[in-house]
Structure formats: structure tokens, C-alpha cells
């Protein structure tokens, strides 16, 4: 049985007057992946800034399953079970790969967050489970073969994986995923694809923004676009593909290579 994860109602958020989003709703369920899709300037940064708390919104709210939390800070909105990812890799050079997926893991500990970097206890039973969920992490996005390396030296594509592991580290119950495929060749969308399907077969909800429209329509449920701050459209893939309004105002500029 699914569930509404995420619900926004009537959010808005202004910059010195202008407009940068007016009056969006939508809602995303338990196992869904919905895609944020429009042109550029359309208001898709602001939407996750504002989501994850890195932005004020001007007026609306942000539930996250029940509680709403649109005046919560980031940390908070973490701890309640949303994650973000970057458009530009936010990674720390000089640790290990698996070393950043533990301060992922910061929000569900008990101990310091810092322990299993700089090598302190953990709590009774805490270092088993730590150790565990890092593994699967680990597995589920490629980088297994890394877990030792410094993040500095492994490519910026594993760099881009080591983002989501980091996201995923934190157990959310929904990730929001922007720009995931930016600077990604062919073979690693695939896997970036099939990454995001298997966080959706976890019950995770996942909110994806890209420009990739190809990615687009093979990993989302329901698609929502944005134009100038406002939404124009929401529906499956063959109905936004298939929607004048989009196609006029976004499809027509984009390629799906």
C-alpha cells in the first residue's frame, strides 16, 4: 500500500519581487519516482532549495509525511527523512569513499556522527549496522571496488554515485535527485537508470530534476513540468510526451540523446 511521502501546497518563493515559483502543488508517493522537468530559469532549482531548506519559502507548505516542515532547517528535514544530491559533486577529497557514506549515515546515529571517521566508538551495536548498511550502499551504487580509495581520485561519475550512496546513507524515505545525470556518457546513465530503479524497488520515493529526457521517461512514474515558476503539466510519460503545452514549451528544445 502506498503512501503520500512528500505534499506541497501552494508553495511560492520570491526573489526582491520576482517570482521564481507561483502556487505549485503536487505530491509524490511511497515507491514513486517523479520527475521535475522544464526549461531553464523554470524554477526546478528553486523547488529543491526550497525542499530541502536551503531556500525560505515566501508562502505554502511542504509536508513530509505528516509534518509539515517548510520553517525547518536542513538538518531537521533530514532527520525526518529527506535527502538531497547536488548538480556539482559535494564531496570531501581528502576522505575515503567509504569514510563520506558514514557521515551520510549521521542523521540515524546516536553516537557522534564523526566516529566512524575518525575511528571513536560507536554505541553498543550501532558499528555492525554502520558497517552493513555501508556495504550495501556500496554494492547498490558500483562503487565496492572503490570503498578504500580517496574520493579525490576516483572519476567524477563515481563521484556523482558516491553522492547518492551519501543521500541514501541517511535511510530517507524520500531523495531528491538534481541534475543526477549531468556530465554522465551513455553507458553511465544506464547504470544511473538502473540506480534509481532500485531505489524506487526499496520503497524510497524519488524526486528526479534533469534535463536528460531520455533518463526521464525511462525511470519516472509521473512527470511534473514547470514554465516560469508555474506548473503546466503533470502526468505519466506518455501523457507529458504527448502534451501540446510541454512540447511547446520544453519538448521542442531538448533532445533525448
Same mark, same amino acid.
Request: hydrophobic share 45%; proline share 4%.
Given at each position: ?12 518563493? @520570491? ?17 514513486? %519516482? ?12 528553486? !523547488? ?8 525560505? %519559502? !515566501? ?19 533530514? #532527520? ?13 577529497? #581528502?576522505? !575515503? ?23 571513536? #566508538? ?47 546513507? @541517511?535511510?530517507?524515505?524520500? %531523495? ?14 544506464? !547504470? ?13 520515493? %524519488? ?34 510526451? @504527448? ?15
Amino acid at each position: 500500500m502506498t503512501e503520500v511521502v512528500l505534499r506541497v501546497e501552494g508553495l511560492c518563493k @520570491s526573489f526582491s519581487g520576482v517570482h521564481a515559483i507561483r502556487d505549485l502543488s503536487f505530491e509524490v508517493e511511497s515507491s514513486e %519516482v517523479m520527475g521535475l522537468i522544464g526549461p531553464n530559469g523554470s524554477g526546478k532549482s528553486t !523547488t529543491v532549495n526550497s525542499l530541502a531548506g536551503t531556500f525560505p %519559502v !515566501t508562502s505554502g507548505e511542504i509536508v513530509l509525511t505528516g509534518t509539515s516542515i517548510q520553517h525547518l532547517p536542513e538538518c531537521e528535514r533530514v #532527520e525526518l527523512g529527506l535527502a538531497r544530491t547536488f548538480q556539482t559533486a559535494n564531496v570531501f577529497p #581528502e576522505f !575515503t569513499v567509504r569514510q563520506q557514506i558514514a557521515l551520510g549515515c549521521e542523521a540515524t546515529l546516536k553516537s557522534s556522527p564523526l566516529s566512524s571517521v575518525f575511528g571513536a #566508538e560507536y554505541r553498543q551495536g550501532e558499528s555492525e549496522a554502520i558497517e552493513a548498511r555501508m556495504h550495501d550502499l556500496l554494492e547498490i551504487t558500483g562503487l565496492l571496488d572503490v570503498a578504500d580509495d580517496l574520493v579525490g581520485t576516483i572519476s567524477s561519475a563515481q563521484q556523482r554515485f558516491l553522492m547518492v550512496a551519501t543521500a541514501l546513507a @541517511s535511510e530517507p524515505k524520500i %531523495v531528491l535527485l538534481d541534475e543526477p545525470a549531468a556530465g554522465l556518457v551513455s553507458h553511465e546513465r544506464k !547504470t544511473l537508470s538502473d540506480l534509481i530503479k532500485a531505489i524506487r524497488a526499496r520503497g524510497i520515493a %524519488v524526486l528526479v530534476i534533469e534535463h536528460h529526457m531520455a533518463l526521464i521517461m525511462d525511470v519516472c512514474d509521473r512527470i511534473v513540468v514547470l514554465n516560469f515558476g508555474s506548473k503546466i503539466a503533470d502526468g505519466t510519460p506518455a501523457e507529458i510526451r @504527448s502534451n501540446p503545452a510541454v512540447i511547446d514549451a520544453y519538448l521542442g528544445e531538448v533532445s533525448d540523446a
